[in-house]
């Protein structure tokens, strides 16, 4: 790269082709012969040759103006091709909130894993509130939540809409029924996210809505082990859509059904940065491969 001037620069400076074939380790000939090539392609001379010593021509000197220019960007480019490395061999911290870290974070971390591979990914989990502290304080690269943030130090970008869905095992009594209710709610056995989350707080405004009483059986902050218990202990739950993958409910003999008002208990799943230009490139590709890869 960036051969062919910086071999006539090395000429020039040194004013003799015997020493510039020393120092780039090439015969006296091919140097005399790459010397004229260019002056034929450019149909001018670049040197007066004096006995041993060479002198520029006009063109010479322009030309030599020019290597010196490329000689200035090749080292951009060796400078920028070195940071760019560095930054594909550095590492993005990722807030999650609890829920995204569990229905959100793995997809996204799997597909972002497959175009940078050398990019050490880390993850630090909190309420929704925590994960926005931190992406400010600059303490998490991006911030992953369940929610639309409006925060004028922050860019919040929507990834998709979700909505919560009853989840329960093919053994129920809810199966046989033809049409299902928010009614239906009324003391059935259930188990719940933990009290405090965005999930539960749309559970709880959902049952508040329609004057609801379930029978709350256990509260737990995990979706794989609520889907197990359910399982075991015959109960019901509410979980987001997206988490509610084909396998997980086949491997957990469970079913899912949809119920019109749950629908409507819409949440926006969210990536959160402070402004572009002050986060790294790693973390830039992050933010658009994400967004590519909910786009689809």
């Known amino acids: 790269m960036f051969s062919r001037l910086h071999t006539f620069a090395t000429i020039v400076e040194h004013k003799s082709l015997n020493r510039a074939s020393r120092i780039l380790n090439v015969s006296q000939p091919a140097l005399s012969r790459h010397v004229q090539s260019i002056e034929d392609e450019l149909g001018v001379a670049l040197f007066d040759r004096r006995g041993k010593s060479l002198e520029l021509t006009p063109a010479g000197h322009q030309l030599y103006q020019f290597a010196l220019e490329e000689r200035q960007l090749e080292r951009r480019f060796q400078m920028d091709a070195t940071h760019l490395r560095t930054e594909r061999k550095g590492n993005i911290t990722i807030g999650a909130s609890l829920t995204t870290l569990q229905s959100t974070l793995p997809d996204l971390i799997t597909h972002y894993t497959r175009t940078d591979p050398e990019i050490d990914l880390k993850a630090v989990t909190g309420k929704t509130h925590e994960i926005v502290n931190l992406v400010n304080q600059q303490k998490v690269d991006v911030g992953l939540v369940a929610s639309d943030i409006s925060d004028p130090l922050l860019k919040c970008i929507p990834l998709f809409d979700d909505h919560l869905c009853l989840v329960i095992p093919k053994i129920h009594p809810l199966i046989g029924k033809a049409t299902l209710r928010m009614e239906d ?105 994400a967004r590519l890869y909910y786009s689809r």
């Open 185 to 289: 709610f009324n003391d059935l056995p259930m188990i719940l996210f933990s009290k405090g989350t965005w999930y539960r707080i749309l559970t709880d405004e959902l049952f508040e809505r329609y004057q609801i009483r379930p029978e709350i059986k256990m509260e737990i902050d995990s979706f794989e082990a609520i889907l197990r218990l359910v399982s075991t202990c015959h109960t019901a739950t509410l979980l987001p859509k997206s988490y509610l993958r084909k396998s997980l409910l086949e491997d957990n003999d469970l079913v899912r059904l949809d119920i019109a008002e749950l629908k409507k208990t819409i949440r926006t799943t969210s990536l959160i940065h402070v402004t572009t230009n002050e986060i790294s490139l790693a973390a830039q590709r992050f933010v658009l491969q």
